[in-house]
């Protein structure tokens, strides 16, 4: 069956980096766009960064952009984030997932990770 588990998180001071990892399993995994989003206490789903299969297009929400880099390894059906310069407001529960056709969508996606939790604290 299909199978995602992150893997990465922890506690950080401001400033400080972490990079998630995600394993993919029970999927052809080059073939589909991936995604972290996140879920911070008390608040909703925020979609966070998005890459095409071959790994050549990125995105990400615009509170994260130039701290956070997306990417893969298809050799090893892995996806990382890695965060840099991490803030407070950073704190919350990562999730990759999988996008059925590369839209970005969270209805879009069909699967997702178990979560991994990022704490941003002095």
């Known amino acids: 069956e299909v199978q995602l588990v992150e893997s990465g998180g922890g506690l950080v001071q401001p400033g400080g980096s972490l990079r998630l990892s995600c394993a993919a399993s029970?999927?052809?995994?080059?073939?589909?766009?991936m995604s972290w989003v996140r879920q911070a206490p008390g608040k909703g789903l925020e979609w966070v960064s998005a890459i095409g299969s071959d790994g050549a297009s990125t995105s990400y929400v615009g509170s994260v952009k130039g701290r956070f880099t997306i990417s893969r390894d298809n050799a090893k059906n892995t996806l990382y984030l890695q965060m840099n310069s991490l803030k407070p407001e950073d704190t919350a529960v990562y999730y990759c997932?999988?996008?059925?056709?590369?839209?970005?969508?969270?209805?879009?996606?069909?699967?997702w990770g178990q979560g991994t939790q990022v704490t941003v604290s002095s």
């Open positions: 997932a999988k996008d059925t056709q590369g839209e970005r969508l969270l209805d879009g996606y069909d699967y």
């Open positions: 029970g999927f052809t995994f080059s073939i589909y766009a």
